[in-house]
């Protein structure tokens, strides 16, 4: 009968090591079940991210952005340089052009030439997307009816 009793309890504590090898495998499973859908968040948080801040269309905008930019550049220096240089002679004599003062024997050289150009540069470039904006209607484009 004592053999009896221990094989019973020898049995129990077996069902027992069973029973928390069990529970230890289940927990194991949510914690990795847990960092599973904990990973799932973030990647659901980040693709609602980039549809409320619009990421896509920011992105679609700097690609059309940079293609209009060149597109600027190109009108500028096709159509405006070539008027300017009419204008003024040559590209090279106005961005060539200095005023030199001289004082107390020191002398200081401005390049107010190539200080004008870039001027003129700029207020053409500044006037072509002006005129390409207000004349495609591209600024009523985000304006909500």
Do not use: C
């Amino acid at each position: 009968m004592a053999e009896s009793k221990t094989k019973t309890q020898s049995s129990n504590a077996k069902a027992k090591a069973a029973e928390k090898r069990k529970k230890a495998t289940a927990a194991a499973r949510n914690v990795a079940g847990a960092g599973a859908e904990h990973v799932k968040g973030h990647v659901d948080g980040f693709f609602d991210f980039i549809r409320a801040q619009g990421v896509i269309g920011l992105a679609v905008g700097l690609a059309i952005g940079a293609a209009a930019g060149d597109t600027v550049k190109k009108l500028v220096e096709g159509f405006i340089n070539p008027i300017v240089q009419f204008i003024t002679g040559t590209g090279s004599t106005l961005a060539s052009s200095t005023w030199t003062f001289e004082a107390f024997g020191r002398s200081a050289t401005f390049a107010w030439g190539a200080a004008l150009s870039s001027l003129i540069t700029l207020i053409a470039t500044a006037l072509v997307i002006y005129w390409i904006v207000y004349i495609f209607k591209l600024d009523k484009l985000d304006k909500k009816k």
